[in-house]
């Protein structure tokens, strides 16, 4: 991802077209993203993160990345001079109904640069208190780098429901499974398993923001049955993924 140009970490709303997005830049300010409505990935070199509204990205000045919306999403972004949450990397944060609502409240119209500042302030301190009490999850898929790994990933992103094992996988990629095994945790940080179900819940979520049914995402992502789609869902987002197309 070539380092484009600088843009400045403003704080506001704005809409994104379902398939639109922003091209690679960076900020010399810390930025908080987070998409009130639709879904919102953000890459960077190392990985990608998909959140959904129960998920802000967290993102450190300095970091290039660039965004896409999938389904008709709200963008919005909080930008800060200071690093409350003393993080060095990209993360993805809990948003809890009070920290969607503060949020919301901070980046819309009514408290933009022109409103009372020492009110602005003050929601502003209340939601950064939330910020920090917000657990970070492990919504992010890293990008591998072996040439080897490189190829298996491309496979399963070409056809997320591909069901083959490592050693089967290994055989079209020239390496075998140990040697896959041992990469995926010095390249990746995870076992197979947790990347593949990592790829599947990135993929589920685009598919369930382009409007297809949790049945169909579940066949189209490789889960035996819709309800471990749904088990295995609620368990990474804290939430079904019937209550969060609602």
Known sequence: MPKTRQRPATTGQRPIEAGGGIE????????????????????????????????????????????????????????????????????????????????????????????DPVERGRLLAVLLDQLRRSP??????????????????????????????LTELGREVGAGERTLSRLCKGDLGMTFPQWRTQLRLHEALILLADGESVTQVAHRTGWASA????????????????????
């Open 136 to 165: 970070q999850r492990p919504t992010y898929l890293p990008t591998p780098r072996d040439p080897r790994l490189v190829a298996l990933c491309e496979l399963l992103k070409a056809e997320p429901s591909d069901g083959r094992t």
């Open 24 to 115: 690679a830049h960076w900020h010399d300010r810390h930025q908080i993203v987070y998409a009130g409505r639709g879904v919102l990935s953000v890459t960077t070199d190392a990985g990608s993160w998909v959140a959904p509204a129960t998920r802000a990205i967290w993102i450190p000045a300095g970091t290039l990345h660039q965004h896409r919306a999938y389904g008709e999403t709200t963008l919005h972004t909080v930008g800060l001079q200071e690093n409350p949450l003393g993080m060095q990397t990209p993360s993805a944060l809990v948003v809890s109904p009070l920290l969607r609502e503060l949020i919301l409240a901070y980046t819309s119209d009514e408290y933009d640069e022109a409103a």
């Open 227 to 246: 309800s471990a789609f749904i088990d295995t869902f609620r368990r990474a987002f804290g939430h079904t993924p019937g209550s969060r197309r609602a």
